[in-house]
């Protein structure tokens, strides 16, 4: 008997159910089943299903022959379900990494208690994640019993009342014979009676749920109709417990208090009830306030707001139009959604030396915002500079850097006075641009896959954009910088605007210039590599078809086919970096290098770079060292996100170096010498001829006297052929020696 149960209703999800059930599997937890419950879906889920279930015994799949719709989906998947406890999981959703473990470890702690509930965090298309409002509810104090039931902490019923945050007990749930009704806002008739019957209760301090925000569409709730009626029948379930339950009768107040704020919001929201339903559905919310209120109670006046009926949605679409019509009254119209302080702040004057630096969706300070910064410091040491960066990774950054957290009011107050803002992706929508403010938008890469509009043909990468706000974020930009005319040109087309484009190289790129052979063997000590050894850095793309990363390599058996004095470096893309941990110094044949600060210091290390469609190819150019394309799903690849280059076609400047498309082959490009070879140099030398045109060392000096100085005439650009990169590892060693022997 496994001891947790996940069932897992699924219905029009094949986007992300794949990441839904790698999510579970992939668990460092293994003492679990998986009840996917196919609730005749119509598109492609039901072949998923199979395919996981195929590859991994843990799963078993019920196909529905009809559809019948959430709750009833999973009443059908607790009845195959054997687990000691039950977990809910939507199919749209996933678990954090080590969540399963967190969970059992409390259990165990907390003598197996009916109910546990844990917390979660929304979590959207640009990687931000929000925990939920009431996290601090979670948190143990002296006061807080680390048992109880719902009588003794009343406050965890202000939680919200959804199935997904907890697991259940499965004798618990079998002996009060607990199910889901059909209609919408079935986790309503669950959830009171499950808490208000249940005698042991525990909370877990810990984000479990990953709650994904679609942007358009996946929330039945969030859509116009009359089954936002069912609302009354899942309250009059709710109360006909309490009826079959005397020793509850005193919940019934906080019950249908709840209840008429409940229909209160349902009602005036302007996307459930149709209008014309509106003033049916107060009636009916006055009629179920009224058999609900227990005796010696106050009514509670139930009636509809002006802003869900006409004139509400007349004001909403003058507001829309008004938005997309005029710049200016779209910040007019924004305004007011801001915080009262940060409102206050937008009103002051804006301060001339305050600069806001982020990369990687506040990720720590990295890439070309990082390199700036650098440099500003360095020429300009009067600007003030401000990081954002998320509260989660703070102590990640180095001393000396003054950061504030997206969402803060120290935050609040620098987007809304800073001057410059310097960033390689978006800022969010709640920074919006002040007139005479200046944003640099720095990119992160050259590059190889489909970027911008042109990922609307490809909906497994774009899916989740809504180009329209892409576009309007474009729009704040004044500066977009470039490397080479090639990104310039598709920067200029897939984000169509009026920003400049500064064709100044990547200051992220300049170290490869700076760098001294010094440099290159600290670089190679910090990460405990053997003096002699033959680096090669592992440093593969994102896979938007995939969902977690998994090296398309076994790096350990490649490493070992290539023999001693061989190390890998294994560098995952940034967005997968939830969870990594580096192996760090001494890592043996293979070092994941995945959270290590700087992706640059590691390529000074590395004799070679094995890689695939990642823009790290680019840069590594710079070094004029050897490149290996290993490209074993190319047409996958190409088909899901799109390419602008074919890095297989063997053609000069567009093809780095050796192409392997299976293990072996790319053992037999290092055995045979074919990495380094003459054809691989002419091939290099090409490609940086084409994508190195203005990476010279001094990208973040132009970018400052440009941006920050004020200066009209950038340094010129040295030429490629006089251009002197960091020496490679051997030629570092050699430098080292001849100073010993001097």
Not at 101 to 116: F, I, K, N, S, Y
Not at 710 to 717: A, D, F, K, T, Y
């Amino acid at each position: 008997m496994p001891r947790i149960s996940v069932v897992v209703p699924v219905y029009q999800v094949q986007a992300y159910l794949g990441e839904c059930l790698e999510s579970v599997l992939g668990q460092s937890f293994r003492d679990i089943e998986v009840i996917a419950v196919d609730d005749c879906s119509p598109d492609g889920s039901g072949a998923i299903l199979d395919g996981f279930a195929q590859a991994d015994d843990r799963v078993r799949v019920l196909h529905l022959a009809e559809n019948v719709g959430l709750g009833r989906a999973r009443n059908a998947g607790m009845e195959l379900a054997t687990g000691d406890y039950l977990l809910f999981l939507d199919s749209d959703d996933t678990l954090t990494p080590g969540s399963l473990q967190a969970v059992a470890d409390r259990l165990d702690a907390t003598g197996d208690p009916e109910v546990l509930i844990y917390d979660y965090a929304r979590t959207y298309w640009d990687g931000r994640e929000v925990r939920s409002r009431d996290a601090e509810l979670f948190a143990p104090a002296d006061d807080r019993p680390e048992v109880f039931a719902i009588g003794e902490r009343e406050e965890v019923l202000g939680l919200l009342m959804v199935v997904w945050n907890k697991v259940y007990r499965s004798d618990f749930v079998a002996k009060h014979a607990f199910r889901f009704p059909p209609g919408y806002y079935e986790d309503t008739p669950w959830t009171y009676p499950v808490l208000l019957a249940a005698r042991t209760v525990a909370m877990l301090d810990r984000v479990v749920v990953h709650y994904r925000q679609r942007r358009q569409g996946g929330n039945i709730l969030a859509t116009v109709s009359r089954k936002h009626f069912d609302i009354f029948e899942q309250y009059d379930r709710v109360f006909v417990f309490v009826d079959a339950h005397p020793a509850l009768d005193h919940w019934r107040p906080l019950l249908h208090r709840r209840m008429a704020e409940h229909l209160r919001t349902i009602g005036n929201h302007p996307d459930r009830v149709p209008a014309a339903a509106r003033k049916e559905f107060f009636e009916r919310a006055a009629e179920a306030e009224l058999r609900h209120r227990p005796a010696d109670v106050a009514a509670i006046e139930l009636r509809g707001s002006w802003k869900a009926g006409p004139l509400g949605q007349a004001a909403r679409k003058a507001k829309h139009v008004a938005r997309a019509a005029q710049p200016e009254l779209k910040r007019a119209v924004a305004g007011p959604l801001l915080g009262g302080y940060q409102r206050i702040q937008r009103r002051l004057p804006i301060e001339d030396d305050l600069a806001v630096f982020a990369s990687y969706w506040a990720r720590t300070p990295a890439c070309n915002p990082a390199a700036i910064h650098a440099k500003l410091r360095e020429l300009a040491p009067e600007l003030r500079t401000v990081w954002v960066v998320e509260a989660k990774r703070r102590g990640e950054v180095s001393k000396g850097l003054d950061c504030v957290s997206p969402g803060s009011r120290a935050y609040r107050e620098a987007i809304s006075r800073a001057r410059y803002f310097v960033n390689n992706v978006n800022f969010p929508d709640g920074a919006p641009k002040r007139r005479g403010t200046v944003q640099l938008q720095t990119h992160h890469g050259t590059p190889v896959k489909k970027m911008g509009l042109d990922l609307r043909d490809y909906p497994a990468a774009g899916q989740a954009i809504d180009f329209r706000k892409l576009l309007g974020r474009v729009d704040r930009w004044d500066y977009s910088l470039s490397s080479n005319r090639y990104s310039t040109l598709i920067w200029e087309r897939v984000y169509p605007s009026s920003f400049r484009s500064l064709e100044y190289g990547y200051p992220r790129n300049d170290v490869y210039y700076s760098a001294g052979a010094e440099e290159v063997r600290a670089a190679r000590r910090e990460l405990g590599i053997p003096e002699g050894a033959t680096v090669l850095l592992y440093a593969p793309t994102l896979r938007d078809y995939r969902a977690s990363y998994r090296p398309q390599l076994d790096l350990h058996r490649f490493a070992e086919r290539l023999g001693e004095g061989h190390v890998v470096l294994n560098r995952a893309h940034y967005l997968y970096d939830q969870g990594k941990r580096s192996d760090g110094p001494g890592g043996g044949q293979v070092i994941d290098v995945s959270t290590h600060p700087s992706l640059e210091r590691l390529a000074l290390a590395a004799d070679a770079l094995v890689t695939d469609y990642s823009s790290v190819m680019f840069d590594y150019a710079n070094l004029d060292r050897p490149i290996v394309v290993f490209a074993d799903d190319w047409e996958v690849y190409r088909q899901t996100r799109g390419v602008y280059l074919d890095l297989l076609s063997g053609r000069p400047g567009e093809t780095p170096g050796p192409v392997a498309t299976t293990e072996a082959e790319l053992v037999d490009v290092f055995r045979s010498g074919a990495w380094c070879d003459g054809e691989s140099a002419g091939l290099r030398a090409a490609f940086r001829e084409r994508f190195c045109e203005f990476d010279d060392g001094r990208a973040a000096e132009r970018v400052v006297r440009t941006v920050f100085l004020g200066e009209s005439e950038p340094l010129p650009v040295v030429p490629l052929a006089e251009r002197t990169p960091a020496p490679s590892p051997q030629a570092a060693s050699r430098v080292a020696a001849s100073q010993l022997a001097v």
